[in-house]
């Protein structure tokens, strides 16, 4: 895997926040169980799981930062 610098991890962090965010607020407009309210829906999982992720990452950066 390639190391990120925590620059490059916070702005992703800040893009995939935003894009989060849009796709909420489009969520509630599509009707349930539709194809693009699924997709909507597994896209916006994914974007969770990937902030958490990057989350995690910048908090091992910093925790170095102090050894």
């Keep these: 895997m390639e190391n990120y610098t925590k620059e490059e991890l916070e702005e992703a962090l800040r893009s995939l926040t935003s894009t989060l965010g849009k796709c909420e607020k489009v969520q509630k407009k599509l009707v ?36």
Excluded: V
């Excluded at 999982?45 to 925790?63: A, C, H, N, T």
């Design 32 to 67: 349930q169980a539709t194809s693009q309210w699924t997709l909507l829906t597994r896209r916006i999982k994914s974007f969770e799981i990937s902030i958490d992720l990057i989350k995690r990452e910048i908090e091992k950066i910093q925790g170095n930062d102090y050894l």
